[in-house]
């Protein structure tokens, strides 16, 4: 585990977490013994973690891997997506995003998917899944 959280994932808390929930969100993905309260949280996070003007609904028929895949590349996402997971085999690693979106659409793994820092995610949960975009 780092000992200090990745750029990827401070920019994307930054944009899409609420103002009062960044900083110990970063401080616990930051800290090893900690990480684990915020990833295992994925699995139903709070939806006022986060800041509802940049939470997009992903169309029914596009749900998929595949079409969760075409709608971030054609929002600016490449190849290769930074995992904050429940997954410990996917958390803090940068992952091709076909694999990870294979790994935990329908699975309801608690993560999210940092395709472009601060800018683009996607998360799923058992609870649904949705885009992030600023």
Request: aromatic fraction near 6%; hydrophobic fraction near 40%.
């Amino acid at each position: 585990m780092p000992n200090i959280s990745a750029p990827q994932e401070e920019a994307t808390i930054k944009a899409f977490i609420v103002r009062e929930r960044r900083e110990r969100i970063i401080a616990h993905l930051s800290n090893p013994k900690h990480r684990r309260k915020v990833t295992e949280s994925l699995y139903h996070p709070n939806v006022g973690w986060f800041d509802s003007r940049y939470v997009k609904q992903i169309p029914s028929d596009q749900s998929g891997p595949a079409g969760i895949a075409r709608i971030l590349r054609a929002k600016g996402g490449g190849l290769m997506c930074w995992a904050i997971s429940a997954d410990r085999a996917l958390d803090a690693k940068e992952i091709e995003l076909d694999f990870a979106l294979t790994a935990i659409v329908g699975r309801e793994i608690g993560t999210i998917l940092s395709c472009v820092p601060g800018k683009l995610a996607f998360v799923e949960s058992e609870d649904g899944r949705f885009i992030l975009e600023r």
